[in-house]
């Protein structure tokens, strides 16, 4: 059952990183400006984050089978939009609609792991499920370039819609909901659910591991899933092709890290000290590849450090610990719109940094790598300032 919906997520995972691929493809057909292409990735986020409230809500309330099987389809019909697209707007209300649909998809695989496995296997099954699901970041490595220049980069939506359709039924077939257990109390309706989040907010530590969230995977899918093809291609004059071989690589690297660091998660208090010394650390590599612009460091330092940032799983487990029981659904949808709303924002800063970046006098991804550097130290210093959990 969590393969099944593991493949949820490897669609939502490929979804999320197709525009650095199609990038170069989609400014030459729509004449698309960088703050035109900061908005078009990041309006994915935009909506899968906003609504992992009302997917959070879904879940406790109809379970998370229902809810995945719900909401997965409009994954097709905003692939079978963009595919028709004929304008910018068009290409925007489809990355909308392909949002939603993928909204429950890794929160329906925190929720299963977090009830049906004990709490000390939490950051190793989570990392597992995060490396098995960054399968759908491969896709969008070589295999999306070499269709996108044998075809069109509509080609390579009504692949992933067709792989989307796949997962549904599988999810579909092999999937149950959770039997409640004897003496259980009847799951809240919905009104007593939003009530909850208001609980949530009330405690001083969600805010430090809000701000955190905000920013840390942001600054992974902003390279690979919006910035790693243009630089690659307009810095150092990489084909299509060969921009996608190094997303694979990319990719590959970011398989690896969330086992790695799932299996040595330290706990405590040390965890957290791990979360702010990686996150300084990653910030380091963005301000490197900042000002060396030489070819072999971007390729390097970008497959480097999508191995070190399986750190980020580590912020699941201390979601996990930072709550009781009762909070743990509310708590990781809170989490998971803090992750997915951040990268809306820091690819649409980033993008409209890289309109800027001229009129400053800088290259333009100095400017952009700068910033996602900057933003990354400054995450890091206020979850370590803000209150801790007791």
Do not use: K
Request: charge should be positive; hydrophobic fraction near 55%.
């Amino acid at each position: 059952m969590l393969m099944a919906l593991t493949c949820g997520f490897a669609l939502s995972q490929a979804y999320r990183t197709v525009a650095a691929i199609i990038a170069p493809p989609l400014q030459q057909e729509f004449g698309l400006t960088p703050e035109q292409l900061g908005l078009f990735a990041g309006a994915f986020h935009f909506s899968f984050g906003a609504l992992q409230l009302f997917m959070g809500i879904g879940i406790d309330v109809w379970g998370p089978r229902r809810t995945v099987l719900v909401a997965s389809p409009l994954t097709v019909i905003g692939a079978l939009m963009a595919a028709g697209a004929d304008g910018f707007a068009q290409l925007l209300l489809a990355q909308v609609v392909i949002g939603i649909g993928c909204a429950p998809a890794f929160l329906v695989c925190t929720v299963f792991i977090a009830r049906r496995f004990e709490g000390d296997r939490f950051a190793a099954v989570s990392g597992a499920v995060l490396g098995i699901g960054s399968v759908g970041l491969l896709l969008t490595g070589t295999p999306l370039a070499w269709l996108v220049e044998l075809a069109s980069w509509r080609a390579g939506y009504l692949a992933l819609g067709a792989c989307s359709v796949a997962a549904w039924l599988g999810i579909w077939w092999l999937v149950e909901e959770a039997p409640a257990p004897a003496g259980s109390p009847a799951p809240p309706g919905v009104l007593a659910a939003l009530r909850g989040y208001g609980e949530l907010f009330s405690l001083r530590h969600t805010w430090g591991i809000l701000v955190l969230a905000t920013f840390t995977y942001a600054s992974v899918l902003t390279l690979r899933g919006l910035w790693l093809g243009p630089l690659l291609v307009e810095r150092h004059g990489f084909s299509l092709v060969q921009a996608g071989h190094v997303a694979l690589a990319v990719s590959v690297m970011g398989m690896l890290g969330p086992p790695l660091f799932g299996r040595r998660d330290p706990g405590g208090a040390r965890r957290r000290r791990w979360l702010v010394g990686y996150t300084l650390v990653v910030a380091a590599m963005y301000a490197a590849m900042a000002f060396n612009r030489a070819a072999t460091v971007d390729v390097v330092v970008s497959i480097v450090m999508s191995l070190v940032s399986g750190y980020i799983v580590l912020q699941y487990a201390d979601v996990r610990s930072a709550y009781p029981p009762p909070m743990i659904g509310r708590a990781m949808a809170v989490f998971t719109m803090a992750l997915f709303l951040g990268v809306a924002l820091v690819q649409w800063l980033t993008g409209l940094v890289a309109a800027a970046a001229p009129a400053w006098g800088l290259e333009t991804y100095e400017a952009v790598l700068g910033a996602i550097a900057l933003m990354l130290a400054l995450a890091a210093v206020a979850f370590r300032v803000l209150p801790g959990p007791r």
